[in-house]
């Protein structure tokens, strides 16, 4: 009994120190975030992050909890981009349904794709993904009179919701702040349900879940879906952020962009995503002159992940936490 | 409850299980003994759905069942363990018998994300059978372990409570006993009865003849895929070719 009783303080202190931690972060975040609002291209920056968060949080829905590989995620990216820039400039859709309905059509492609690739595992799925990232590539590439072909689309409308219209990078990223914590929200309340367990089990042993009565193939399927859903929002997001879309921002390397946020911000965590769009995101920027160099130095990235940081930055964290607790134990023994 | 007619299953051209009959009564505990490679474990992947057999048919309650999705058999009522530990390693214990709860409970997506109060609701009963079952089966001072750090005989309890969760009306234990020292097989018998009593019926596949012997009620004896004996413990103890075939000499060692 005793012991339970030290156990439980030793939780109670460590709950309060990590809100002491947190509260510092989130003071150190907002005020960095204040700073970078200041300026144009900074702002751009931000949104930059929090829209590649909502992508990486949907890939790692998909692989980090039901443990199923994507790499052509870019063309999720690019059916929500396309569609909501399609609808809304040809169509005349008022451009917040447009989004929406970007996010679905990605969702749906996910759910058809879903349909054979819940029935293949490791190599034989990558190669189905990549296969399909480079599907739309093409198709995004050679319609010339649908999508303008190579030389893009530009003057993509600015969404308006209730009539207030989001036209600097600043207003943006407001609303891209409080979808990502939404998405945060959702993710968590998500992992820790009866759903999300049975992501979990499929993750770790397909054929213990399937014993345990979860029909492995649906909650597959499911996790596409979701999963596509979110990727395609936010290159719906980034369709009107940016104002112009050309397939150069859909290809191969983008997919593999997202696995390397995802990878190196850490894998099957809440907040993993977004530490991996922000880092990559900056780093990009600062690398901007060397943009040739791009993929080395996302391979370079990925390297260190699977050598030193398997399990990414957040891991650092879990990492320092617990030798905390195991000096904190030393203290109390 | 579960009735095999004339079970067969051929890998090519072998026959791992054939033609085998038999009869499991409700509230029973049978047992399932053979030696190596007799077709136990297969047999037991026919009822438990992972094998679809290629003639013969599996009744439960009534019910033919044989081919049905393992997942279905499970909703059905069926649970079942593993010989060699499939547990979800990196969840912990209690979230280990939270997915045995699943066939159980029906929060879908949306009730997750939106936390309904009927999703809450139900969490809080799964949360409350979990501990419970952990509780019957003596492991829940390490509800918050991850699985992969628990004991060996203690995995084998945590496979056993992760098939209770679903409250099955029949639960089939491979192999329950491998790999535990003589104390935890006795307390495993203890548990068997246990779980008997609460009006779950048992089969059992055993290489422990003691274990076997102390705890079913009838045994079904299997060599090279063929039922070769079936009765109480007494007198698949005397039977001339289960000695001949599996035990190889006397039993009361």
């Known amino acids: 009994m005793e012991s339970i009783n030290v156990n439980r303080r030793k939780t109670i202190i460590n709950t309060i120190k ?3 931690f947190l509260i510092i972060t989130l003071f150190i975040i907002s005020a960095i975030i204040a700073y970078m609002l200041r300026e144009r291209y900074l702002a751009l920056i931000l949104c930059f992050i929090c829209i590649n968060s909502i992508a990486v949080s949907g890939l790692d829905i998909l692989f980090g909890y039901t443990g199923q590989v994507s790499f052509g995620h870019a063309a999720y990216y690019a059916i929500g981009a396309y569609t909501s820039t399609l609808l809304s400039l040809k169509v005349g859709i008022p451009v917040f349904f447009t989004i929406i309905l970007g996010a679905l059509l990605a969702m749906l492609f996910g759910i058809i794709i879903a349909f054979p690739a819940s029935k293949l595992v490791k190599h034989f799925l990558s190669l189905l993904t990549i296969a399909f990232g480079q599907m739309v590539y093409m198709f995004i590439s050679v319609t010339d009179k649908l999508t303008n072909g190579f030389s893009g689309i530009i ?3 600015n969404l308006k919701i209730f ?9 943006y990223f407001f609303l891209f702040l409080a979808i990502v914590l939404l998405v945060l929200l959702g993710k968590k309340r998500l992992i820790n349900s009866r759903v999300g367990r049975a992501f979990i089990a499929i993750r770790e042993n397909p054929h213990a879940a399937a014993g345990m009565g979860i029909n492995v193939r649906y909650y597959k399927i499911m996790a596409f879906a979701i999963s596509a859903f979110l990727t395609g929002l936010a290159g719906a997001f980034y369709a009107h952020l940016v104002g112009f879309i050309s397939p150069d921002s859909f290809t191969n390397a983008q997919s593999n962009i997202f696995m390397t946020m995802l990878l190196f911000g850490g894998i099957a965590s809440l907040v993993g995503p977004t530490i991996g769009a922000a880092i990559l995101v900056v780093i990009t920027e600062i690398m901007q002159s060397f943009v040739s160099y791009q993929m080395l130095i996302y391979a370079l990235f990925i390297l260190a992940v699977l050598f030193y940081l398997p399990n990414g930055v957040v891991g650092i964290f879990d990492n ?8 904190f134990r030393k203290k109390v023994d | 409850m579960l009735k095999l007619n004339d079970v067969t299953i ?5 026959t791992a299980v054939n033609q085998v009959s038999a009869e499991i009564a409700k509230g029973s505990i049978f047992g399932l003994i053979g030696p190596n490679g007799a077709g136990k474990t297969t047999l037991f992947n026919i009822i438990s759905g992972v094998y679809a057999p290629t003639s013969g048919s599996v009744i439960f309650n009534g019910k033919e069942i044989q081919g049905t999705a393992p997942y279905k058999i499970n909703q059905l009522g069926i649970s079942r363990t593993y010989q060699n530990i499939n547990l979800f390693k990196k969840m912990s214990v209690l979230e280990n018998v939270k997915v045995g709860c699943h066939s159980i409970s029906n929060a879908g997506l949306f009730d997750a994300i939106l936390r309904t109060k009927n999703q809450k609701k139900e969490e809080k009963l799964i949360e409350e059978k979990s501990l419970e079952i952990l509780e019957f089966m003596d492991l829940k001072d390490k509800a918050y372990y991850k699985a992969s750090n628990l004991s060996y005989g203690e995995q084998r309890r945590l496979e056993i409570s992760r098939a209770l969760a679903s409250d099955p009306q029949l639960i089939l234990l491979d192999e329950p006993a491998a790999g535990m020292n003589g104390r935890e097989k006795e307390e495993l018998s203890e548990t068997i009865r246990k779980i008997n009593e609460r009006g779950i019926t048992v ?3 055993e290489h422990d003849m003691k274990l076997v012997m102390n705890v079913t009620d009838i045994i079904c004896v299997l060599n090279y895929g063929k039922k070769i004996a079936l009765g109480e413990p007494a007198y698949i103890q005397s039977h001339p070719d289960v000695i001949e075939a599996y035990l190889g000499g006397d039993l009361n060692d």
Do not use: D
Not at chain 2, 10 to 14: I, P, S, T
């Open chain 2, 203 to 205: 089969l059992l596949v």
């Open chain 1, 18 to 20: 990590e809100k002491r």
């Open chain 2, 10 to 14: 051929k890998f090519g051209g072998l």
């Open chain 1, 163 to 171: 009539g207030y219209t989001f036209s600097s990078n600043q207003s």
């Open chain 1, 155 to 157: 003057g993509i409308p």
């Open chain 1, 320 to 327: 320092i936490k617990q030798i905390v607790a195991r000096r």
